[in-house]
């Protein structure tokens, strides 16, 4: 299980990656940026396939998409200086909440135990 999270976690890494370079790539008219945008999201759809072919699609599709919507919206508000409110830390915490608890659920199928 713990090799799901590296490959996840290098998945999302290029997803934040990709993302963060978007802004850079100012709509595709730099080539630089644009290049490391495509190359990167084709790696990081890379890892995600590869994870969803062995684990429940819900499960890695929210800890990657969650995961890399709370990197970004936290790399947006440091490298860019987009706007922060409290309701926005808010959905912000309840993205993790969201993957913790879905993350938790499939531990106790693995184990066997009983679900509520």
Do not use: C
Not at 74 to 85: D, H, K, M
Not at 101 to 107: A, D, I, P, Q, W
């Amino acid at each position: 299980m713990k090799s799901v999270y590296t490959w996840l976690s290098i998945a999302i890494a290029f997803e934040v990656i990709g993302a963060t370079f978007m802004k850079y790539s100012n709509g595709f008219t730099q080539w630089g940026p644009s290049l490391v945008v495509i190359l990167s999201y084709a790696i990081a759809l890379l890892f995600y396939i590869f994870l969803t072919k062995d684990h429940e699609l819900g499960i890695i599709n929210a800890l990657w998409s969650g995961g890399g919507t709370v990197i970004i919206a936290v790399a947006g508000i440091v490298l860019f200086q987009e706007s922060t409110s409290l309701s926005k830390f808010l959905a912000i915490f309840l993205i993790v909440f969201g993957i913790v608890g879905l993350n938790t659920k499939s531990r106790y199928r693995e184990k066997g135990e009983e679900t509520i």
